[in-house]
């Protein structure tokens, strides 16, 4: 089935470059003021309740420096994305004990389970690469980090 949006366009104008925060809520809620001003939020603070709700279930620190926190939710009207680097790197309470440095928001609406997980697979597919994730922690401005995203995701053809 081939993917109706790429990343980087996901992601659009929602990347912060070496984001200095104390821990994972900080960072959670640096990401969601990255999506804050989309036209597709209509509640950014209860993007953030839901998005730290889904967090407490259990934690979305998937390894290999990477935290891919998301929820669907009724305070976004579609699917909207924020991506940033960390540094240093937070305490996820990954599965593999290891310090978060590229964090990756996913939120979507209630309805819209199947693509919301369409993008999560995504996301881990794309992220898995170690010369991307490389890319992205020497990546000093937003523009690099996209550009490194598009190029992997053109590599998955």
């Given at each position: 089935?081939?993917?109706?949006?790429?990343?980087?366009?996901?992601?659009?104008?929602?990347?912060?470059v070496?984001?200095?925060?104390?821990?994972k809520?900080?960072?959670?809620?640096r990401?969601?003021?990255l999506?804050?001003?989309?036209?597709a939020?209509?509640?950014?603070?209860?993007?953030?309740?839901?998005v730290?709700?889904?967090?407490?279930?259990m934690?979305?620190?998937?390894?290999?420096?990477?935290?891919?926190?998301?929820?669907?939710?009724?305070?976004?009207?579609?699917?909207?994305?924020?991506?940033?680097?960390?540094?240093?790197?937070?305490?996820?309470?990954?599965l593999d004990?290891?310090?978060?440095?590229?964090?990756?928001?996913l939120?979507?609406?209630?309805?819209?389970?199947a693509?919301h997980?369409?993008?999560?697979?995504r996301?881990?597919?794309?992220m898995?690469?170690p010369?991307?994730?490389q890319r992205?922690?020497?990546?000093a401005?937003?523009?690099?980090?996209?550009a490194?995203?598009?190029?992997?995701e053109?590599?998955?053809v």
């Amino acid at each position: 089935m081939p993917f109706d949006l790429s990343l980087a366009d996901l992601l659009d104008q929602s990347v912060g470059v070496c984001l200095d925060v104390a821990d994972k809520g900080e960072a959670i809620g640096r990401l969601v003021a990255l999506v804050a001003g989309a036209e597709a939020v209509v509640d950014a603070d209860r993007l953030g309740e839901d998005v730290r709700a889904r967090e407490a279930q259990m934690s979305t620190g998937v390894g290999g420096g990477l935290g891919l926190p998301h929820a669907r939710t009724d305070a976004v009207t579609a699917t909207v994305a924020a991506f940033a680097t960390l540094d240093p790197p937070v305490a996820f309470d990954a599965l593999d004990g290891e310090p978060v440095r590229l964090a990756f928001l996913l939120a979507g609406p209630e309805a819209d389970r199947a693509r919301h997980l369409r993008l999560l697979s995504r996301v881990s597919r794309v992220m898995s690469d170690p010369a991307l994730r490389q890319r992205l922690y020497d990546a000093a401005t937003p523009a690099e980090v996209l550009a490194a995203i598009r190029d992997a995701e053109a590599a998955l053809v």
